[in-house]
C-alpha cells in the first residue's frame, strides 16, 4: 500500500506560481509512476503531468510549456510547478501512483493510489 499526501494548494491570481508537493510513503524512483491530476466541479478528473524512469515525463496539452513535475528521490517527493496560471487552471489538484507497467500515461484508470487531493483556486 502505497500513501499520498498533497500539499500546496491555495488562491492565487492570474499569471501567479504555485508548487504542489505530494510527500509519499514508499520510495518512488524505479518503482512507480508519478502523476497529477485535476478535477473541477462538474468535470471529470483530467490529467496533468506524470513522470517515470530517468525523469521522463508527459503533460496534459492545456498546461504544456507551464506546468512542471519534478521528483526529489531522497524525501519521496513529487512536485508540481504551476507558472502563469490561469482561472481554467482551477480545480481539486489530486497526486496518483501506480506500478512501473507499460509506457507512462495519463490515464486516470490506469493509477491505483490517490491522495485526497488540494485545491487551486485562481482568480482573474
Known amino acids: 500500500q502505497v500513501q499520498l499526501v498533497e500539499s500546496g494548494g491555495g488562491s492565487v491570481q492570474a499569471g501567479g506560481s504555485l508548487r504542489l508537493s505530494c510527500s509519499v510513503s514508499k520510495r518512488t524512483s524505479s518503482t512507480y509512476y508519478m502523476a497529477w491530476f485535476r478535477q473541477a466541479p462538474g468535470k471529470e478528473r483530467e490529467g496533468v503531468a506524470s513522470i517515470g524512469i530517468a525523469g521522463r515525463t508527459s503533460y496534459g496539452d492545456s498546461v504544456q510549456g507551464r506546468f512542471t513535475i519534478s521528483q526529489d528521490n531522497a524525501k519521496n517527493t513529487v512536485y508540481l510547478q504551476m507558472n502563469n496560471l490561469k482561472p481554467e487552471d482551477t480545480a481539486m489538484y489530486f497526486c496518483?501512483?501506480?506500478?512501473?507497467?507499460?509506457?507512462?500515461?495519463?490515464?486516470?484508470?490506469?493509477?491505483?493510489?490517490w491522495g485526497q487531493g488540494t485545491q487551486v483556486t485562481v482568480s482573474s
Open positions: 496518483a501512483a501506480r506500478a512501473l507497467l507499460g509506457s507512462l500515461d495519463l490515464n486516470r484508470n490506469n493509477y491505483n493510489y
